[in-house]
Nanobody, 121 residues
């Protein structure tokens, strides 16, 4: 059993910053890719950023230069530092982990519960 707990969302003014966290708990063997996705009202879920186990990162064009993804492997946690936030960044943000439990032999896709980010004056 795996639990992903997200935190850090909230209401912020345009130009402000937020830091999202997603911590995985359980008997985890390993975590490959970690990522953040977001879904705005009436839109499909979209990729925001990913980070591999060796630290390679990938960002959506819309957030490049403003968002930074990082991970703490000892804590099974992924972070998303969001700076220079814009109203169009408003969405529910979900973390996504490709991980393997000690009790299994394959990696699987796990999602957080989502955290609301609202950028508004």
């Amino acid at each position: 059993q795996v639990h992903l707990v997200e935190s850090g969302g909230g209401l912020v003014q345009p130009g402000g910053s937020l830091r999202l966290s997603c911590a995985a708990s359980g008997i985890i063997f390993g975590i490959n890719r970690m990522g953040w996705y977001r879904q705005a009202p009436g839109k499909e879920r979209e990729l925001v950023a990913t980070i591999t186990s060796n630290g390679s990162t990938n960002y959506a064009d819309s957030v490049k230069g403003r968002f930074t993804i990082s991970r703490d492997n000892a804590k099974n946690t992924v972070y998303l530092q969001m700076n220079s936030l814009k109203p169009e960044d408003t969405a529910v943000y979900y973390c996504n982990l490709d991980l393997r439990l000690v009790t299994t032999f394959v990696y699987g896709d796990y999602w957080g519960q989502g955290t609301q980010v609202t950028v508004s004056s």
